[in-house]
């Protein structure tokens, strides 16, 4: 089945620790995105790719760094300067060209203690 | 001024209702405008979208854009408790038919179908 996978679902961290967050997609999608969402504020773009090797900044990219090596892969990581981490962080894709279809993988709920 | 704005209910109706979700939005572009249903602790699913003006129907839902009032709408018709879930509306900017780059969201509407 084609899809996407975000892993792990849940994931705790002490303060101060980087984390890394999966995202994979056997979509054959050039686009991949990531967002993240707080109770009662909606997604917010963080950082999204075009293409192999290029991606961009967005709206609350501070604290976050990201890597696009492969087409099928777009992790996301998140750095003991973001000031607020917890949250819950989706993946998406689409075929570029295509950013009103986007399709989300099931999202990684972060909780830093 | 956020560029959409969603009133995040919550929104408890009866089965069988006719709901109406709605976004305001600010920016006059051409643009895209799609529905996302999210269930609790998944990732978003897209529903439909329009283009900057008019409806589009399917199924038991129709989409509807009103360019004048910069006003965007999904109805649920003869709504079931299945359809108990976040909705989102979102943007896209359009660029001669294709669509880059970000998804600007509402913050969602909380809605609930009671049997």
């Known amino acids: 089945d084609g899809g996407i996978t975000q892993s792990p679902k849940y994931l705790f961290r002490k303060e101060g620790q980087n984390v890394t967050l999966s995202c994979e997609q056997n979509?054959?999608?050039?686009?991949m995105y990531w967002y993240r969402q707080d109770p009662g504020q909606g997604l917010r773009l963080i950082y999204y790719?075009?293409?192999?090797?290029?991606?961009q900044k967005g709206d609350i990219a501070e604290g976050y760094s990201v890597s696009r090596e492969k087409k099928e892969s777009f992790p996301l990581t998140v750095t003991s300067a973001q000031k607020n981490p917890t949250a819950f962080y989706l993946c998406?894709?689409?075929?570029?060209?295509?950013?009103?279809?986007?399709?989300f993988g099931p999202g990684t709920r972060l909780t830093v203690l | 001024q956020k560029e959409v704005e969603q009133d995040p209910g919550p929104l408890s109706v009866p089965e069988g209702a006719i709901v109406s979700l709605n976004c305001t939005y600010s920016?006059?572009?051409?643009?895209?405008f799609m529905w996302y249903r999210q269930y609790s602790r998944k990732g978003p699913e897209l529903l439909m979208y329009?283009?900057?003006?008019g409806n589009k129907e399917d199924g038991r839902f129709t989409a509807q854009v009103d360019k004048s009032s910069k006003y965007i709408s999904l109805f649920i018709r003869d709504s079931q408790p299945s359809d108990s879930a976040t909705y989102l509306c979102?943007?896209?900017?359009?660029?001669?038919?294709?669509?880059?780059?970000?998804?600007?969201f509402g913050q969602g509407t909380i809605l609930t179908v009671h049997p």
């Open positions: 998406a894709s689409s075929i570029e060209g295509l950013a009103r279809e986007q399709f």
């Open positions: 920016n006059s572009a051409f643009q895209y």
């Open positions: 329009t283009y900057s003006s």
């Open positions: 979509l054959n999608h050039d686009a």
């Open positions: 790719s075009q293409i192999v090797n290029d991606f």
């Open positions: 979102a943007k896209a900017h359009n660029a001669g038919g294709t669509s880059y780059g970000k998804l600007t």
